[in-house]
């Protein structure tokens, strides 16, 4: 205890410093530990025992350490609901018996179309059991006889806006004639010329080919064809031989359909490039355009043997969606890419970067199409994702074609519909069609000013009508869509005019 009190003491006798030390104690700050043990045993000298100090000093060291707090669990009542669990996920009944284990199935995996062998395919219809083919070839024979006699085309003027308005009011679609085409939405449609018979053909997404004969008064499907894997993206009769149906698809094959042969031929193939649309670059037909969704230009000649083509061009484009070629000018032709329309001269294409004539820069989104009008050339219609319609002056393809018309129309499709694409009326190139998305659906018909024409409207238009085109010579529309989304099942619709038995087409 002695020992004690002398370092007790020797501490009360440091300098002036130490009493800074002690003075600085007094603060609501806490302090160094050994400062506090100087105070403390300067207190303690006063008490008259010493062993009481020492014990007081352990006592306020033991004090100032807190102990640590431990959070209590609360205790659990016993009649304290608990959080509610799924009975399904518990895979017990509601009365808690267990339920039987459900049986495993097989994950399904989406059907993908075989690739097709190279070279010709023979016309083999896949929907139909015709064991000796007697029915498929007395239409075919029929096909190629009345395509030979629709090489006569009657050139008549322009029609006023009031009569051309009045032909298409006597045009109806009713319920009559209602039937499925092909597996999947529709991707392509074309129109037969025959001014005697109504053939329609449709291109499916799953690439079949469907062939509707309106014509025949009897209960018989249409044919269904499977000449391509892959979306059928394009789809022409060919002008110098209607007998002939020409088709693109993705999977890198352009094929020729001919009625008097029953094969499809196989014209050109690119496999490392896909295409996505085509025109007749020669009023023969002998010779193609191609374009490819990777920007590429192909020139096929359908009169050299094989399947390659003869030279293959880089375009100023990212991606080409259509091609068209001039009516008139057959050297021009017009290309819609992601954002911009260009105009090339095919005289002045080559293979590392062809510069065009003209380039149309008004459209701030994709495009999905652009189309010359179908008699002078004199105008390019095309159809935009910023919702608008836009029609320029071709008349003179120089540096620049001027904006004429803009129409506001909603163009937004979504994912799962064909987008719309406005073609013009070869009888009235001064009007276009195209659909729409309003309600009730319709098929639209517009002036090249803007002005909204006719509206096709019936019960039985049912779907969107994503693809339209018009028959050269008599007052036939065929338009294209995919009528069950879930099934996938499209349907065309065939409708008689009133008095005037000319059939309107609407593919449903």
């Not at 039937?179 to 449609?189: D, E, L, P």
């Not at 799953?206 to 789809?235: A, K, M, N």
């Not at 085509?278 to 359908?302: I, K, P, Q």
């Not at 096709?456 to 010579?473: K, Q």
Request: charged residues 20%; aromatic residues 6%.
């Amino acid at each position: 205890m002695k020992t004690v009190s002398s370092k007790a003491e020797s501490l009360l006798l440091k300098p002036p410093s130490d009493a800074c030390t002690e003075s600085t104690k007094l603060e609501p700050k806490n302090t160094a530990e050994p400062v506090t043990l100087s105070v403390n045993m300067a207190s303690s000298d006063e008490d008259s025992s010493p062993g009481l100090s020492a014990a007081r000093l352990r006592g306020m060291i033991k004090k100032r350490q807190q102990p640590e707090s431990k959070r209590k669990r609360p205790k659990k009542k016993e009649n304290e609901i608990g959080c509610r669990r799924s009975m399904r996920l518990l895979k017990v009944d509601p009365l808690g018996v267990p339920l039987p284990v459900a049986p495993t199935q097989p994950e399904l995996e989406e059907e993908e179309n075989p690739l097709l062998p190279p070279g010709p395919l023979e016309m083999i219809p896949e929907n139909q059991d015709d064991s000796n083919g007697l029915l498929l070839k007395a239409s075919l024979k029929t096909w190629a006889e009345m395509s030979k006699t629709s090489n006569e085309r009657t050139e008549e003027g322009l029609s006023s806006i009031k009569g051309y308005k009045a032909k298409l009011s006597g045009m109806v679609i009713s319920e009559a004639t209602v039937c499925k085409v092909t597996k999947g939405a529709i991707t392509s449609v074309a129109l037969h010329p025959s001014e005697e018979r109504t053939l329609v053909a449709a291109g499916a997404k799953s690439g079949q080919i469907g062939l509707w004969d309106l014509t025949q008064q009897r209960e018989d499907e249409p044919y269904v064809f499977y000449p391509h894997s892959q979306p059928v993206s394009c789809l022409y009769f060919s002008p110098s031989n209607p007998a002939h149906l020409l088709s693109l698809s993705y999977d890198g094959t352009l094929r020729c359909g001919d009625f008097s042969t029953a094969i499809f031929e196989e014209v050109y193939r690119n496999e490392g490039s896909s295409p996505s649309s085509f025109d007749f670059l020669a009023e023969d037909a002998s010779t193609l355009l191609v374009g490819h969704w990777d920007g590429h230009l192909s020139l096929v000649d359908r009169r050299t043997p094989g399947t390659s083509y003869e030279k293959l061009f880089n375009s100023s484009m990212g991606k080409i969606r259509t091609v068209h070629v001039h009516p008139v000018s057959r050297q021009y032709f017009v290309t819609a890419g992601l954002r911009d329309v260009h105009i090339y001269d095919a005289r002045h294409l080559n293979s590392r970067r062809s510069q065009p004539l003209i380039s149309v820069t008004e459209h701030t989104k994709s495009i999905a199409s652009a189309y010359f009008s179908p008699v002078t050339g004199n105008r390019v219609v095309t159809t935009c994702a910023d919702c608008k319609l836009r029609v320029f002056d071709s008349s003179s393809v120089s540096s620049q074609i001027p904006l004429l018309t803009t129409i506001r129309h909603n163009t937004i499709t979504g994912r799962w519909l064909t987008r719309f694409q406005a073609v013009w009326d070869p009888k009235q190139e001064d009007c276009f069609i195209v659909g729409s998305m309003a309600q009730p659906r319709r098929v639209e018909v517009f002036h090249e000013t803007g002005k909204s024409v006719y509206s096709f409207l019936g019960e039985c238009l049912v779907s969107v009508c994503s693809l339209s085109v018009m028959h050269p010579t008599r007052y036939v529309l065929a338009g294209g869509a995919e009528a069950d989304s879930v099934g996938g099942i499209s349907t065309v619709s065939v409708d008689l005019c009133h008095g005037q038995i000319l059939p309107l087409v609407g593919i449903t």
